[in-house]
Nanobody
């Protein structure tokens, strides 16, 4: 069993930056690919990005590519989402998730464990 706890959300103006963190419990963090998803009120949960077990492979949704960067520090059991050039449409609750696959996919059903989420609000 893996427990995930996100932090770093908040209120930021358009064009600003935030860095989200997700700390995982357990001794097998490096065995999981990690993903970030987000969900706005009234909208379906959507894929943001993913990183492979060893951290050498990343993928992103087209809507955030070039602005967001996912990274991980396996020694700290932590995955990060650096968000730059934020837009109002980035406003959502952001969730981290762990998958038993090597790369991590873009679909929710690929992931076995989920964090509680952290709110990101981008003002105009």
């Amino acid at each position: 069993q893996v427990q995930l706890v996100e932090s770093g959300g908040g209120l930021v103006q358009a064009g600003g930056s935030l860095r989200l963190s997700c700390v995982a419990s357990g001794r097998t963090f490096s065995s999981y690919a990690m993903g970030w998803f987000r969900q706005a009120p009234g909208k379906e949960r959507e894929f943001v990005g993913a990183i492979a077990r060893a951290g050498g492979y990343t993928s992103y949704a087209d809507s955030v590519k070039g602005r967001f960067t996912i990274s991980r520090d396996n020694a700290k059991n932590t995955v990060y989402l650096q968000m730059n050039s934020l837009k109002p449409e980035d406003t959502a609750i952001y969730y981290c998730a762990a998958a038993s696959t090597y790369h991590g996919g873009r679909y929710s059903y690929d992931y076995n464990y989920w964090g509680q989420g952290t709110q990101v609000t981008v003002s105009s």
